[in-house]
Nanobody, 124 residues
Protein backbone atom coordinates (compact mmCIF):
# COMPACT_ATOMS: atom_id res chain seq x y z
CA UNK A 1 0.00 0.00 0.00
CA UNK A 2 1.06 3.57 -0.68
CA UNK A 3 0.47 6.49 1.65
CA UNK A 4 0.49 10.14 0.61
CA UNK A 5 0.69 12.85 3.24
CA UNK A 6 0.16 16.52 2.38
CA UNK A 7 1.29 19.49 4.42
CA UNK A 8 1.49 23.25 4.12
CA UNK A 9 -2.11 24.35 3.80
CA UNK A 10 -3.53 27.26 5.74
CA UNK A 11 -5.13 30.69 5.64
CA UNK A 12 -3.61 33.47 3.56
CA UNK A 13 -4.72 36.83 2.23
CA UNK A 14 -5.30 37.38 -1.45
CA UNK A 15 -2.01 38.03 -3.22
CA UNK A 16 -0.08 35.92 -0.73
CA UNK A 17 1.77 32.65 -1.13
CA UNK A 18 1.67 29.13 0.24
CA UNK A 19 3.79 26.07 -0.40
CA UNK A 20 2.24 22.62 -0.29
CA UNK A 21 4.29 19.46 0.08
CA UNK A 22 3.42 15.81 -0.32
CA UNK A 23 5.45 12.76 0.61
CA UNK A 24 4.80 9.27 -0.67
CA UNK A 25 5.71 6.25 1.44
CA UNK A 26 5.05 2.56 1.58
CA UNK A 27 5.22 0.24 -1.42
CA UNK A 28 6.26 2.83 -3.99
CA UNK A 29 8.02 0.75 -6.65
CA UNK A 30 9.23 2.03 -9.96
CA UNK A 31 8.65 5.36 -11.59
CA UNK A 32 5.49 7.37 -11.08
CA UNK A 33 4.04 10.75 -11.83
CA UNK A 34 2.48 12.95 -9.17
CA UNK A 35 -0.21 15.54 -9.32
CA UNK A 36 -2.26 18.04 -7.36
CA UNK A 37 -6.01 18.39 -7.54
CA UNK A 38 -8.40 20.58 -5.60
CA UNK A 39 -12.03 20.55 -4.61
CA UNK A 40 -14.03 23.55 -3.50
CA UNK A 41 -17.34 23.20 -1.61
CA UNK A 42 -20.13 22.19 -3.96
CA UNK A 43 -17.78 21.67 -6.89
CA UNK A 44 -16.15 18.69 -8.55
CA UNK A 45 -12.53 17.82 -7.98
CA UNK A 46 -10.38 19.58 -10.58
CA UNK A 47 -6.87 19.21 -11.90
CA UNK A 48 -4.29 21.75 -10.74
CA UNK A 49 -0.82 20.55 -11.76
CA UNK A 50 1.17 17.40 -12.47
CA UNK A 51 4.78 16.37 -12.94
CA UNK A 52 6.47 13.32 -14.39
CA UNK A 53 9.02 11.10 -12.67
CA UNK A 54 12.10 13.00 -13.81
CA UNK A 55 10.57 16.38 -13.05
CA UNK A 56 11.30 17.62 -16.56
CA UNK A 57 7.69 17.65 -17.72
CA UNK A 58 5.06 19.69 -15.92
CA UNK A 59 1.41 20.40 -16.65
CA UNK A 60 -0.89 23.08 -15.28
CA UNK A 61 -4.52 24.03 -15.36
CA UNK A 62 -5.06 27.30 -17.21
CA UNK A 63 -6.42 28.87 -14.04
CA UNK A 64 -3.09 28.51 -12.22
CA UNK A 65 -0.53 28.91 -15.01
CA UNK A 66 2.04 31.54 -14.19
CA UNK A 67 1.09 31.53 -10.50
CA UNK A 68 1.69 27.94 -9.35
CA UNK A 69 4.84 25.86 -9.74
CA UNK A 70 5.04 22.11 -9.23
CA UNK A 71 8.35 20.43 -8.50
CA UNK A 72 9.76 17.18 -7.21
CA UNK A 73 12.11 17.02 -4.30
CA UNK A 74 15.60 15.56 -4.47
CA UNK A 75 14.04 12.42 -3.08
CA UNK A 76 11.70 11.57 -5.92
CA UNK A 77 8.97 10.52 -3.52
CA UNK A 78 8.12 14.14 -2.69
CA UNK A 79 6.28 16.77 -4.68
CA UNK A 80 5.79 20.44 -3.91
CA UNK A 81 3.34 23.05 -5.11
CA UNK A 82 4.43 26.65 -4.77
CA UNK A 83 1.36 28.87 -4.98
CA UNK A 84 1.86 32.59 -5.54
CA UNK A 85 -0.54 35.46 -6.17
CA UNK A 86 -3.32 33.49 -4.52
CA UNK A 87 -6.91 34.45 -5.20
CA UNK A 88 -10.07 33.76 -3.19
CA UNK A 89 -11.17 31.37 -5.94
CA UNK A 90 -8.14 29.20 -5.13
CA UNK A 91 -9.82 28.29 -1.84
CA UNK A 92 -10.29 24.52 -1.74
CA UNK A 93 -9.06 21.30 -0.26
CA UNK A 94 -5.90 20.35 -2.15
CA UNK A 95 -5.12 16.69 -2.77
CA UNK A 96 -1.87 15.05 -3.75
CA UNK A 97 -2.11 12.03 -6.04
CA UNK A 98 0.19 9.37 -7.48
CA UNK A 99 -0.08 7.81 -10.93
CA UNK A 100 2.01 4.80 -12.01
CA UNK A 101 2.70 6.12 -15.48
CA UNK A 102 5.53 7.80 -17.36
CA UNK A 103 3.41 10.80 -18.32
CA UNK A 104 0.94 12.30 -15.86
CA UNK A 105 -2.72 12.73 -16.59
CA UNK A 106 -5.04 15.64 -15.96
CA UNK A 107 -7.88 13.24 -15.16
CA UNK A 108 -8.39 12.22 -11.55
CA UNK A 109 -9.64 8.80 -12.71
CA UNK A 110 -6.14 7.81 -13.80
CA UNK A 111 -4.50 8.30 -10.43
CA UNK A 112 -3.88 5.28 -8.26
CA UNK A 113 -3.40 6.76 -4.80
CA UNK A 114 -4.60 9.88 -3.00
CA UNK A 115 -3.70 11.83 0.08
CA UNK A 116 -6.19 13.01 2.69
CA UNK A 117 -6.10 16.60 1.50
CA UNK A 118 -5.04 19.91 3.02
CA UNK A 119 -7.23 23.00 3.31
CA UNK A 120 -6.18 26.21 1.56
CA UNK A 121 -8.24 29.30 2.33
CA UNK A 122 -7.60 32.63 0.62
CA UNK A 123 -9.33 35.63 2.13
CA UNK A 124 -10.21 38.71 0.13
Amino acid sequence: QVQLVESGGGLVQAGGSLRLSCAASGRTFGNYAMGWFRQAPGKEREFVAAINWSGRSTYYADSVKGRFTISRGNAKNTVNLQMNSLKPEDTAVYYCALDYTTQPSTSSRNYDYWGQGTQVTVSS
